[in-house]
T-cell receptor, first 115, second 113 residues
């Protein structure tokens, strides 16, 4: 079946612009996660959704970052007023539900470059 | 907080060589441990996992044993192939969280023919 998909695969933007990154989880997966992969920082957790609720936003680096999830499915990560340090690969993952034993399936990522 | 430390690469081996990538962790409680692999141009894939002490995860000839006494989860393979060239990430989940994955920085493995 279809895996986690993300769009766009690449995004180049100018400093100060807003960007939206999209994640389509595996159908039926109730839990959704965003991570960021950057040089020097490795993979960092950003936010977790259970259904449409985000019980843990602790990894969002600043208030320029926000995310929402609608219909228990698609999620959008929005970065406002982008900065060069936001350049990274943004990864989305989903799992059937949260909790021990539930594998997280990752999408291919969106590579964001802020000029 | 939780953290994972893995050996820094890059690691370059010849085909059929023995591979070890070291991974140690710090966590509260009883975490689950994972190895993920990222092949060139592809997304992260779960390679293997172990959910309690002394468990051994294995897949595709790779193995790792959950050692609570040494807080380690070293990845091993007896005979690597060119197709194993990838970035390998050690990760943990649990302790204080049962959903968030905490990753090591990754180790680039290159296997030459």
């Amino acid at each position: 079946g279809a895996g986690v998909s993300q769009s766009p695969s690449n995004k180049v933007t100018e400093k100060g612009k807003d960007v939206e990154l999209r994640c389509d989880p595996i159908s039926g997966h109730t839990a959704l996660y965003w991570y960021r992969q950057s040089l020097g920082q490795g993979l960092e957790f950003l936010i977790y959704f259970q259904g449409n609720s985000a019980p843990d936003k602790s990894g969002l680096p600043s208030d320029r970052f926000s995310a929402e999830r609608t219909g228990g499915s698609v999620s959008t990560l929005t970065i406002q007023r982008t900065q060069q340090e936001d350049s990274a690969v943004y990864l989305c993952a989903s799992s059937p539900r949260q909790g021990a034993g539930n594998e997280q399936f990752f999408g291919p990522g969106t590579r964001l470059t802020v000029l | 907080g939780d953290s994972v430390t893995q050996m820094e690469g890059p690691v370059t081996l010849s085909e059929e060589a023995f591979l070890t990538i070291n991974c140690t962790y710090t966590a509260t409680g009883y975490p689950s441990l994972f190895w993920y692999v990222q092949y060139p141009g592809e997304g992260l894939q779960l390679l293997l996992k172990a959910t309690k002490a002394d468990d051994k995860g294995s897949n595709k000839g790779f193995e790792a044993t959950y050692r609570k006494e040494t807080t380690s989860f070293h990845l091993e393979k007896g005979s690597v192939q060119v197709s194993d060239s990838a970035v390998y990430f050690c990760a943990l989940r649990g302790g204080g969280s049962n959903y968030k994955l905490t990753f090591g920085k990754g180790t680039l493995l290159t296997v030459n023919p």
